[in-house]
């Protein structure tokens, strides 16, 4: 699941603005909290694909329910592999 990320249309993911929220926030709280001052503010396309790898790979259950529930596209599995379908 987590190389298909690197796949997909971000489009497709219909947390992207969620992501993106949330990856604002973080930044918020490393800046104001610990004092890690950051060059950028702007959230690319690659904080996002690297947030739901994210997720994936390390996030609780109801997260990454969250995540697959929010995809546009069905997940199906066919010949031992998992496939987007559109």
């Known amino acids: 699941m987590i190389e298909m990320v690197d ?3 971000l489009d497709e993911l219909g947390l992207k603005e969620r992501i993106a929220g949330e990856l604002r926030r973080y930044n918020r709280f ?3 909290v610990l004092g890690v001052r950051q060059e950028k503010t702007e959230v690319t396309d690659l904080d996002v694909r ?4 994210y997720i994936l790979g390390e996030g609780t259950l109801v997260e990454k329910r ?10 199906t ?4 592999e998992l496939h987007l379908e559109k």
């Open 7 to 9: 796949k997909m249309n």
């Open 66 to 75: 969250e995540l697959l529930l929010s995809l546009r596209s069905r997940i």
């Open 77 to 80: 599995l066919r010949d031992k």
């Open 30 to 32: 490393r800046t104001s």
């Open 50 to 53: 690297n947030y739901a790898k």
